[in-house]
């Protein structure tokens, strides 16, 4: 069966520190992309990848990261320099040019 | 620059009613518009698109939209809504070779019996 699998559902973070979320997917697409969902604003892109080992940032990428080692992952970090993490996180892939498909989120909690 | 206004933040319809939720764009060019519709907690499902031609766009579970170049518009229709669809529904508009999503900040759908 294939799509985009996001681990682990909800997340905790500590203060200061580093948390990775993970993107898989199995559709052979080429292009994978990280948003960020608040309440009432909608859609927000942070990093997107076009192909393997590389990467690009979106509109909202200070305090995050990534990495494309594989054309199957693209695994997201959000480091101790984002100051307010809360929030819910997308994954998509797309094959270039073509509608994103999303995966089923992670939500990010600050203890 | 492009943007994406979804006026309704809020919207309840009793189930069997017509529905329809606004969707307004700003963009220099003819665009591509998307419907996305999202269950709580959940990813982002494809509802239909628009690229040109026919102006009246047919997609999953009975939706359609209808795009008005005029009014610039691109506002969701289903003739009978039921309670599973309550959810939140994202109008986007793709740029930049599709690298690029656009998403409006949704509108909420309630459902009442």
């Known amino acids: 069966d294939g799509g985009i699998t996001q681990s682990p559902k909800y997340l905790f973070r500590k203060e200061g520190q580093n948390v990775t979320l993970s993107c898989e997917q199995n559709?052979?697409?080429?292009?994978m992309y990280w948003y960020r969902q608040d309440p009432g604003q909608g859609l927000r892109l942070i990093y997107y990848?076009?192909?393997?080992?590389?990467?690009q940032k979106g509109d909202i990428a200070e305090g995050y990261s990534v990495s494309r080692e594989k054309k199957e992952s693209f695994p997201l970090t959000v480091t101790s320099a984002q100051k307010n993490p809360t929030a819910f996180y997308l994954c998509?892939?797309?094959?270039?040019?073509?509608?994103?498909?999303f995966g089923p989120g992670t939500r990010l909690l600050v203890l | 620059a492009q943007s994406v206004t979804q006026p309704d933040i809020h919207i309840t319809v009793s189930e069997g009613a017509s529905l329809e939720l606004r969707c307004n764009y700003s963009?220099?060019?003819?665009?591509?518009l998307f419907w996305y519709v999202q269950s709580p907690g959940q990813g982002l499902q494809l509802l239909l698109k628009y690229f040109s031609g026919d102006t009246l766009v047919q997609g999953i579970k009975g939706f359609e939209a209808e795009f008005k170049r005029s009014q610039s518009s691109f506002n969701l229709r289903k003739p009978s809504v039921h309670w599973s669809d309550a959810a939140e529904y994202f109008c986007a508009l793709p740029s930049g070779g599709y690298q690029k999503v656009t998403f409006g900040t949704g509108t909420k759908l309630q459902v009442i019996p």
């Open positions: 990848s076009q192909i393997v080992n590389d990467f």
């Open positions: 963009y220099g060019a003819t665009p591509y």
């Open positions: 998509a892939s797309s094959i270039q040019g073509e509608t994103q498909y």
């Open positions: 559709l052979n697409h080429d292009a």
